[in-house]
């Protein structure tokens, strides 16, 4: 038997971020790594990887992960030392851009005894 059109297993948001269901800070913190990941990446393809060695300060294993995306066990500040060494300069860009979720914080506080 045939079954009708396909219909989408799941609704999206317009954003990986928010379709894995990541929390709003977790998701902020991620798409902040995620911008300092991509401007390292656009200096560092200027350079070898013995090179990158040099100027990061770094053996050759974690400049190869850093180039291969593996950043999870890097912190915020690590990228930023790496942008630093790199000569970038970083501009933080803030905004509310999510005021629901600010709403229904408080509307679970107020529900709370």
């Known amino acids: 038997m045939k079954?009708?059109?396909n219909k989408p297993t799941h609704v999206t948001y317009g954003n990986?971020?928010?379709d894995l269901g990541f929390s709003p800070e977790h998701r902020t913190a991620l798409k902040f790594k995620a911008e300092i990941y991509r401007a390292i990446l656009k200096v560092a393809k200027k350079y070898s990887q013995k090179?990158?060695?040099k100027?990061?300060?770094e053996p050759q294993?974690?400049?190869s992960e850093l180039l291969n995306g593996k950043i999870a066990n890097k912190s915020v500040d690590k990228l930023l030392h790496y942008a630093g060494?790199?000569?970038i300069e970083t501009k933080a860009k803030f905004a509310q851009t999510h005021?629901?979720?600010v709403k229904k914080e408080l509307?679970?506080?107020n529900m709370s005894p």
Do not use: F
Request: hydrophobic share 40%; aromatic share 0%; no cysteine.
């Open 99 to 101: 005021k629901e979720v």
């Open 3 to 5: 079954s009708g059109p």
């Open 51 to 53: 090179e990158l060695q």
């Open 107 to 109: 509307a679970q506080a």
């Open 55 to 57: 100027i990061l300060g």
């Open 16 to 18: 990986v971020l928010d």
């Open 61 to 63: 294993p974690r400049v």
């Open 85 to 87: 060494r790199l000569g």
